[in-house]
């Protein structure tokens, strides 16, 4: 396969690389927004690396695209791989089983409105930190906000 033809067939498919930004107040009230596909999903701000895109860049580019927020993301330095849900594995190429999702976070004095994307996500909320970690669906995001509790508090 020539180096062109490689290149289309691997933009056919995600990265399997992503962010995570967690959004929360100095009072710890974290914002998570719900998605529309799976529904009824509640998390942070997540999305997929671009091509030739770096994680702080795409960090940047979802918190803006997903809430409207444009603050600037603190690199935690972290990620965490995780096996692709079942349902998700088709916008991956098929050897893909795994994604590295990288972590950033953004302090806000007080809680913000938010503009979401309606193709994307159907409502945001504002929770404590405690309740946040049990409403959100993924392992890692409740990982990142118990490491924000745990700095934080």
Not at 62 to 67: G, K, P, R, S, V
Not at 94 to 105: A, D, G, I, L, Q
Not at 123 to 151: F, Q, T
Request: charged share 20%; proline share 5%.
């Amino acid at each position: 396969m020539s180096t062109s033809a490689s290149s289309s067939v691997r933009s056919l498919f995600k990265r399997p690389e992503s962010v995570l930004v967690v959004v929360y107040t100095i009072d710890l009230d974290v914002l998570l927004i719900c998605r529309q596909q799976p529904a009824g999903l509640w998390q942070s701000v997540t999305g997929s690396l671009e091509a030739g895109e770096s994680p702080g860049s795409a960090a940047q580019r979802e918190l803006a695209e997903e809430t409207g927020i444009t603050e600037t993301v603190l690199d935690h330095g972290s990620s965490r791989t995780y096996r692709i849900r079942p349902e998700w594995r088709k916008r991956y190429a098929p050897t893909v089983t795994e994604n590295c999702e990288h972590e950033f976070s953004v302090q806000l004095a007080a809680q913000v409105p938010v503009v979401l994307d309606p193709s994307e996500h159907s409502d945001y909320c504002w929770l404590p930190i405690v309740e946040a970690i049990a409403k959100v669906g993924s392992h890692s995001n409740r990982a990142a906000l118990r490491s924000i509790m745990k700095a934080e508090g």
